[in-house]
């Protein structure tokens, strides 16, 4: 298998480039990314089917003195409480072996080298914990950052509720300016640590060090990181949407006409879209990601000439011209 080349890419190339990875090797992300993921939908299956309350036959309607649902025991509680915690342990680790197994994929590929499902997933072993580690304080860092930024908006809203009149008027606007910069910081934040899953997985480096390499590579590219993040969510959110909303038209109906028979029948069936959706379209985001990471370190680090250093005198195999979406 011929390697792509390594060389600064336009935005267009960078898409180009995920795109043709994609389809070249679908069944393989959509494996790696599937996989993981049919443990969260049959988790989510469990508790659509086992913990939905649903006492109701199949589309009969509660009588005026009937609650809808009985009281849960203690027992039912405990169970709950512990299935809950199980589902987030479970869910971070499906999110962290995608994300990371997705990784090393795309960099197998991208400089040339076969791959498998199989060798992508033993890739990730002894990663966990160091990837938990990365994401978790970049989401930690999200959150305070945000929280921080939020704390004016909360003061301004309360003067505006004291003062009332013109002034209530003047720290209102004041206010809802300074939602939206909170919101814009964060998102400016989130394209500055894109590339900390790629740092850590391709560096071996620790959480701060793979912020900091995100926080470095991606200076004077955060307009690129956001419009790479904003088409691969839109693609991704699309193709999630066209298989979840009919199923979350059933739901809403189904809950209206108080027929819990029918609207356990529909969440099921938005779950597994919900699941062909992140199956199918996930891999995208991620593509793009390691691209523009091989991208940055070749701008700006040379990556492409250090490849070509032949290591004991062999030399780097990177030969052959970037695949199109035409070739």
């Not at 793979?210 to 959110?237: E, H, Q, Y």
């Not at 028979?261 to 969440?267: E, L, Q």
Request: contains cysteine.
């Amino acid at each position: 298998m011929s390697s792509l080349d390594l060389r600064p890419l336009s935005l267009g190339e960078i898409l180009d480039r995920t795109f043709t990875l994609y389809r070249r090797n679908f069944l393989l992300f959509v494996g790696i990314v599937g996989l993981p993921y049919l443990l969260m939908l049959a988790m989510e299956l469990v508790q659509t089917f086992l913990l939905f309350p649903g006492d109701l036959p199949m589309g009969e309607t509660p009588g005026p003195q009937q609650p809808p649902f009985s009281t849960p025991t203690t027992t039912t509680i405990a169970s709950t409480v512990v299935f809950y915690l199980a589902f987030i342990v479970v869910a971070i680790l499906v999110y962290l072996l995608a994300q990371g197994a997705s990784v090393f994929a795309v960099s197998e590929l991208y400089l040339g080298h076969a791959t498998t499902i199989r060798k992508s997933f033993q890739r990730m072993r002894g990663r966990m914990l160091r990837l938990f580690a990365s994401v978790f304080l970049y989401f930690l860092l999200l959150a305070a950052c945000f929280t921080v930024a939020m704390v004016p908006f909360f003061l301004i809203v309360g003067a505006a509720a004291a003062f009332g009149g013109n002034g209530a008027i003047f720290a209102g606007i004041l206010g809802i300016l300074l939602f939206f910069a909170a919101i814009f910081g964060s998102v400016y934040l989130v394209c500055r640590f894109i590339l900390v899953i790629p740092a850590t997985l391709l560096e071996d480096a620790g959480p701060v060090t793979a912020l900091r390499r995100s926080f470095a590579l991606t200076k004077d590219n955060a307009g690129r990181a956001f419009l790479i993040l904003l088409i691969s969510v839109a693609i991704t959110g699309a193709a999630a949407g066209i298989l979840m909303i009919p199923p979350y038209i059933g739901m809403l109906i189904s809950l209206m006409n108080h027929n819990f028979g029918m609207m356990r029948i529909w969440t099921a069936l938005f779950q597994v879209g919900s699941f062909i959706g992140q199956a199918v379209a996930g891999p995208i985001l991620i593509i793009a990601t390691a691209v523009f990471y091989f991208d940055l370190r070749v701008r700006k680090e040379a990556l492409d000439l250090q490849m070509m250093m032949p290591p004991a005198g062999n030399p780097a195999p990177l030969s052959g011209e970037p695949p199109t979406l035409l070739s």
